[in-house]
Nanobody, 117 residues
Framework: QVQLVESGGGLVQAGGSLRLSCAASGITFSLNDMDWYRQGPGKQRELVAGITRFGTTNYADSAKGRFTISRDNGKDTVYLRMNNLKPEDTATYYC???????????WGQGTQVTVSS
């Protein structure tokens, strides 16, 4: 059984910060590239940040300088630290895992982030 369980979402004022967590089970976490996606109301799901199994990171332009993705292989957990949040960051945030050497990928159920002005 594969599970990706997100947590840490909530309601925050503009300029505030949140840290999202995604706890993985049922996969060899260290061999998975991990990502955070988000989907706002009426929008397509978009990649926010990614981190490879080697620790290389990438970010959407909207996230650069404000968001930081990290992973703790000892805890099978990937994090997204979000600083200086803006109302346009309001979305459901999803954790995504892509195992090395296979066609399958996995999604969490999502956690809601709402940023008020």
């Amino acid at each position: 059984q594969v599970q990706l369980v997100e947590s840490g979402g909530g309601l925050v004022q503009a300029g505030g910060s949140l840290r999202l967590s995604c706890a993985a089970s049922g996969i060899t976490f260290s061999l998975n590239d991990m990502d955070w996606y988000r989907q706002g109301p009426g929008k397509q799901r978009e990649l926010v940040a990614g981190i490879t199994r080697f620790g290389t990171t990438n970010y959407a332009d909207s996230a650069k300088g404000r968001f930081t993705i990290s992973r703790d292989n000892g805890k099978d957990t990937v994090y997204l630290r979000m600083n200086n949040l803006k109302p346009e960051d309001t979305a459901t945030y999803y954790c995504h895992a892509k195992p090395l050497g296979g066609p399958k990928d996995y999604w969490g159920q999502g956690t809601q982030v709402t940023v008020s002005s």
